[in-house]
């Protein structure tokens, strides 16, 4: 009981610190911003939430890079990449999903069925994005090197319009674009990223954010895992939300949730040393100029994101 008395009133410190802030919060394709309101999460803030919209991970980190935002959630790869040029900011929650929404599709009357076939085609891609990672781990393994394929980077509207014309013989993105194309469009997945160390997501936190919002963005991160559980247990009201706040299939947005899984996991010893190899294998391609510890890119203070408040 007394563990219990403190932990509540911790909690009501931390909510009292976090009154009157303004959190300025970068959201891909509404996920977020979807998912805590259809779990209620979004109900009794002592902060505000300013939302901004992006269509992928790179144009979100630009922005948290001038500061026009103070954190949102983005895949590990391009986190590593925008941290190796000096972004200045650092992960503060990890979520873990399965991979088969990462993948490289192709329209589903290519004549490429296999890796292999990849060899001298055009291939889009986000640079530094988790496609970008895919596409260099996926030749890495089938033997092939970079300068087999040709990369076309491209953001993903871009590079679905690219595809659908032909400009580009594959597309490596993530859902929802995969679902959405699976399902729109009948493609076809000729490598996904099971198996690789890129399956995290992070929400990233602006080293000012971190300093003088601690409050907010300990409540915001425990709000967002808590969320999370809740979806693993309703994914169809949840794309029914989410399908409604972004004018997208409720259809895309099960396949999503279904394959995904979403759920929080602790930045541990082990979960560093998964992601050192995103760096190492960046660095060897020459996406980054040199490898780097990426122990110093994540702050463990924030590790505390199970429904209960307590920590890992």
């Known amino acids: 009981m007394r563990w219990v008395a403190i932990t509540v009133a911790l909690a009501c410190t931390a909510m009292h610190a976090a009154s ?14 979807s998912l805590l309101n ?6 009794g803030l002592p ?18 890079n001038a500061g026009a935002i103070d954190g949102g959630y983005v895949g590990d790869a391009p986190f590593l990449f925008a941290y ?11 979520v873990r999903q399965n991979s088969d929404g990462l993948a490289i599709v192709v329209p589903a009357k290519s004549p490429i069925q296999k890796v292999a076939d990849l ?8 640079r530094g994005s988790i496609g970008h990672y895919l596409v260099l781990a996926t030749l890495a393994k089938a033997g092939l ?15 679905r319009a690219a595809l659908t014309s032909g400009a580009i013989d594959a597309w490596a993105t993530w859902d929802p674009y995969t679902s959405m194309l699976e399902l729109a469009d009948g493609a076809r997945r000729v490598a996904d990223g099971n198996g690789f160390p890129s399956n995290k997501s992070y929400l990233v936190a602006g080293l000012g954010a971190i ?9 915001f991160a425990r709000r967002l895992n808590r969320a999370r559980q809740w979806a693993l247990q309703h994914p169809d009201q949840y794309a029914d939300v989410w399908a409604k706040s972004t004018g997208n299939s409720p259809a895309v947005a099960r396949r999503w949730f279904a394959r995904a ?29 040199k490898g780097f510890s990426v122990s110093q890119a994540f702050d463990r203070s924030f590790n505390i994101a199970d429904a209960g408040g307590k920590a890992w």
């Open 20 to 33: 009157g802030v303004t959190l300025r919060v970068g959201d891909q394709k509404g996920g977020n911003q």
């Open 261 to 289: 899984q979403i759920h929080g996991v602790p930045i541990d010893d082990a979960l560093v040393a998964d992601q050192q190899s995103i760096v190492d294998l960046y660095a060897k391609a020459g996406v980054i100029n």
């Open 145 to 159: 090197r970079v300068e087999d394929v040709n990369l076309v980077f491209l953001g993903p509207i871009d590079a």
């Open 119 to 126: 060899k001298g085609r055009r291939i889009g891609t986000g």
């Open 38 to 43: 259809a779990s209620g999460e979004l109900a």
């Open 84 to 94: 190796a040029t000096g972004v200045p900011a650092r992960v503060i929650s990890v």
């Open 47 to 64: 902060y505000r939430i300013e939302w901004s919209e992006f269509p992928a991970a790179a144009p979100l980190l630009e922005a948290l």
């Open 211 to 219: 300093r003088d919002k601690r409050a907010a963005l300990t409540d």
